[in-house]
């Protein structure tokens, strides 16, 4: 009898942590430290290898200025500004420190698409974007 309620609880437990894990995007990570917001993404990590996604509004001719300023102590880091059509507009892939703003005119309204892509990198960075008319 007391195996039986042992074998109970126990499965509870892994389904609801299951269903739990399920809700949602974790923001459980080992060795990471992020904050966000709605212009801007600023991390630092011991091991990043995945994708860190961000988006915004914007109208054709409006400026888009994307700045940032990140640390590679290994691996790459890739920057990466896409079109409402997923095309790229802009792209930089990093082996070691470095920092800039790229400016871009929109060539169409819609939502634009920023990633952050990480490639065995160990590093931070700090990406911010806004938009506007000249």
């Given at each position: 009898?007391r195996t039986r309620r042992a074998l109970i609880v126990g499965v509870v437990v892994l389904v609801l942590g299951g269903i739990l894990v399920g809700c949602g995007r974790s923001s459980v990570r080992i060795g990471w430290?992020?904050?966000?917001?709605?212009?801007?993404?600023?991390?630092?990590?011991?091991?990043?290898?995945?994708?860190?996604?961000?988006?915004?509004?914007?109208?054709?001719?409006?400026?888009?200025?994307?700045?940032?300023?990140?640390?590679?102590?290994?691996?790459?880091?890739?920057?990466?500004?896409?079109?409402?059509?997923?095309?790229?507009?802009?792209?930089?892939?990093?082996?070691?420190?470095?920092?800039?703003?790229?400016?871009?005119?929109?060539?169409?309204?819609?939502?634009?698409?920023?990633?952050?892509?990480?490639?065995?990198?160990?590093?931070?960075?700090?990406?911010?974007?806004?938009?506007?008319?000249?």
């Amino acid at each position: 009898m007391r195996t039986r309620r042992a074998l109970i609880v126990g499965v509870v437990v892994l389904v609801l942590g299951g269903i739990l894990v399920g809700c949602g995007r974790s923001s459980v990570r080992i060795g990471w430290r992020e904050t966000s917001g709605l212009r801007h993404k600023t991390a630092r990590y011991r091991s990043f290898d995945g994708m860190e996604r961000s988006s915004f509004r914007a109208r054709s001719g409006d400026t888009i200025q994307v700045e940032y300023e990140v640390e590679v102590e290994d691996g790459t880091l890739t920057l990466t500004l896409t079109d409402p059509d997923g095309e790229a507009l802009w792209e930089e892939t990093l082996e070691e420190n470095a920092a800039d703003v790229s400016r871009l005119s929109a060539p169409q309204d819609g939502r634009y698409r920023l990633r952050i892509e990480g490639d065995s990198a160990q590093g931070a960075f700090d990406v911010s974007w806004q938009t506007g008319t000249d």
